[in-house]
């Protein structure tokens, strides 16, 4: 065989060999870190939630972010949820927390302004997470639901902003029905929990 058959032919393996590790770490890294996405469908329905007694009736606007550390979809909100923060709670936007029962974990730092709630009355029957629910200044459930839909969440594909906007200007809103196609985690507490 002639040097540049010889080069070319090793050329050639060692392309392939290469060719090879690349796709078995790419298979390893997908399977391992990337999750792929379903459209899951989610019906919401806000009527069992009630504030607690101590945050019921008039006051300022109260935003609820529902949500299980457990849950991958967390992720394509969080972000979005620490620019609401930013940019409502100067407002008097009021941010809350419940977190999924019986589930560990913590909000990231950006989020620590969010104050939790151990109870929230009929948060055992929301139907997926990450979820949110807003009661406007009467104390009246204005919004359920998701953020957005799709697989993540911002301020160009979410529901939240035009809703925090309306009841900021006094605008009523009785949006506490929704169904989305996105990605959201089943909620599934034992609904025979005390609330």
């Keep these: 065989m002639r040097p540049s058959h010889r080069t070319t032919l090793l050329a050639s393996l060692l392309a392939l060999g290469c060719a090879a ?3 078995i770490a790419y298979d390893w890294f997908q399977g391992r870190f990337l999750r792929a996405f379903s459209e899951h469908t989610a019906v919401f329905s806000g009527d069992p939630l009630r504030l607690p007694p101590g945050l019921a009736g008039p006051g300022p606007i109260r935003l609820v972010h529902f949500w299980d550390p457990a849950c991958p979809c967390n992720v394509g909100n969080q972000q979005h949820l620490s620019e609401l923060v930013e940019k409502y709670a100067p407002q008097g936007v009021e941010f809350y927390a419940v ?6 974990g913590q909000l990231p730092t950006t989020l620590s302004s969010l104050k939790p709630l ?10 997926a997470s990450p979820a949110v629910a807003i009661w406007d200044r009467s104390g009246k459930l ?5 953020y957005s839909e799709g697989l993540t969440c911002n301020s160009s594909n979410s529901f939240i902003e035009p809703i925090l906007e309306a009841l900021s200007s006094g605008r009523a809103v009785n949006a506490t029905h ?4 996105g990605c959201y985690c089943p909620w599934g507490q034992d609904t ?3 609330e």
């Excluded at 929704?178 to 196609?181: C, D, G, I, S, Y």
């Design 21 to 23: 590790v690349l796709w």
């Design 192 to 194: 025979s929990a005390k």
């Design 118 to 127: 151990s109870v929230l009355p009929g948060s055992s029957q929301i139907p």
């Design 99 to 104: 977190q999924k029962t019986g589930s560990q």
């Design 178 to 181: 929704t169904l989305a196609v």
């Design 142 to 146: 204005a919004y359920f639901g998701p």
